[in-house]
Structures are given as structure tokens and as C-alpha cells.
């Protein structure tokens, strides 16, 4: 597609049961990154995964959160055992590469999928 | 994680030039800085970054102090579609973890 695809666009889901978030990043792109953003807040990263390299994780606020990317392109972002504090918007994100800056790394990011835990 | 400080929100007029700073003053040689804003109710977008050389593109002017521990977002004419939450990161060794903060909230009058 011609941008990044998030599905679905809104979920609502009951305390403590799992849920699953997918991302299509834009074709090429070989940088993907997770975010979260609360109700008027910032963006709070939450993983990036770059090529065959191991996926940066430190940004997974428990062990609840999951996330894997089959064969560098689709990724799904797991949450298991909601709890209320996990409703937010989930924005994903993908460049054509990582690194610290420079020509291919802005990244493009979806309209994000707004997750409410009743 | 090098962070960045921007104000909390501006106002601006219609079609008059708007000056959005930001402070990076633990920024490292490395360090790229991007800009993104995120209109109401969509993900991010991708303005313009820069390292050391102020930039330009078809959106915005980026303008660089030369110890590189701020820098300054120009609109050169806002219009209303330009009102959003501009976000001022950096991008470090660990590129995946850029901190965007708050932003600023620029409100564009008419």
C-alpha cells in the first residue's frame, strides 16, 4: 500500500482478556517502530525493530506487551491480560532505514488503532 | 536519552511566519534533529530534520544555532491547516527510542 496500514482502527475489549494489533509497514521499509500515546499526552515508544537485528524492546512497559515482525514486513503487537491502563492510541511507525538520522530514516507513521480496556 | 524542551503551546495568525524553538541542549555530535506534528486525530507526520546545516523543503525551514543545542521550526506563512502539535526529537545512537515529549500546540487564527 502506499502508507502504513494499522487494523484494526478502534478495539474495545473487556478487562483481562488478550488482544492483537497489526501493522503493515510500507513496502521496502526495513525500520518498524511501536508507540503509544495516551489521552492527550505525548508518544511513549515501545519497540523498533530494524532488519534481522534483534528488536529493541526496552520500551514495553510489562511483560503483559509482546511484539513480532514475520519476515520483516507485518507486525503484531500483543497485549495480553488488558488492564484499563492500556487503553490508548497504538501508533505504528515504519522508515526506509534505521540509524541515527539522516536521508531514509523520517518515518511514516499510520492512523494508529485507539484500544479501550472496559 | 538526549531530550529536548519545547513550550507548551503558541498562537499564530493566519499567512504570518511562525518560529517554533526547541532546546537540545545534551545533544551529541551524532544526534539528528527531527520534527514531526500530528494534526488532530492522526498519527504523526514527517517535517524536517537536520544535523548541523539549516534545511528547507516544500513545508518548513529548519534553522540550526550553530553549538547545535537548539534549533528553531519556521512556517513561513501558516495557514489553518498547519494548527497541530509539533514534536522537536532526536535521534540517537538508539534510533528507535526517540523521546518525543509534549510538543508544542501551535493554534493557527484566522
Known amino acids: 500500500g502506499a502508507g502504513v496500514s494499522q487494523s484494526p482502527s478502534n478495539k474495545v475489549t473487556e478487562k483481562g482478556k488478550d488482544v492483537e494489533l497489526r501493522c503493515d509497514p510500507i513496502?521496502?521499509?526495513?525500520?518498524l517502530y511501536w508507540y503509544r500515546q495516551s489521552l492527550g499526552q505525548g508518544l511513549e515508544f515501545l519497540i523498533y525493530?530494524?532488519?534481522?537485528?534483534?528488536?529493541?524492546k526496552s520500551g514495553l512497559p510489562s511483560d503483559r506487551f509482546s511484539a513480532e515482525r514475520t519476515g520483516g514486513s507485518v507486525s503484531t503487537l500483543t497485549i495480553q491480560r488488558t488492564q484499563q491502563e492500556d487503553s490508548a492510541v497504538y501508533l505504528c511507525?515504519?522508515?526506509?532505514?534505521?540509524?541515527?538520522?539522516?536521508?531514509?530514516?523520517?518515518?511514516?507513521f499510520g492512523q494508529g488503532t485507539r484500544l479501550t480496556v472496559v | 536519552d538526549a531530550k529536548t524542551t519545547q513550550p507548551n503551546s503558541m498562537e499564530s495568525n493566519e499567512e504570518e511566519p511562525v518560529h517554533l524553538p526547541c532546546n537540545h541542549s545534551?545533544?551529541?555530535?551524532?544526534?539528528?534533529i527531527h520534527w514531526y506534528r500530528q494534526l488532530p486525530s492522526q498519527g504523526p507526520e514527517y517535517v524536517i530534520h537536520?544535523?548541523?546545516s539549516n534545511v528547507n523543503n516544500r513545508m518548513a525551514s529548519l534553522a540550526i544555532a550553530e553549538d547545535r543545542k537548539s534549533s528553531t521550526l519556521i512556517l513561513h506563512r501558516a495557514t489553518l491547516r498547519d494548527a497541530a502539535v509539533y514534536y522537536c526529537?532526536?535521534?540517537?545512537?538508539?534510533?528507535?527510542?526517540?523521546?518525543f515529549g509534549d510538543g508544542t500546540t501551535l493554534t493557527v487564527k484566522p
Open positions: 545534551t545533544i551529541s555530535g551524532t544526534d539528528y
Open positions: 537536520g544535523l548541523t
Open positions: 513496502s521496502g521499509h526495513t525500520a
Open positions: 511507525a515504519s522508515s526506509f532505514r534505521g540509524g541515527t538520522g539522516g536521508e531514509g530514516t523520517e518515518a511514516f
Open positions: 525493530f530494524q532488519g534481522n537485528s534483534a528488536p529493541d
Open positions: 526529537i532526536l535521534r540517537d545512537t538508539n534510533a528507535g527510542k526517540s523521546t
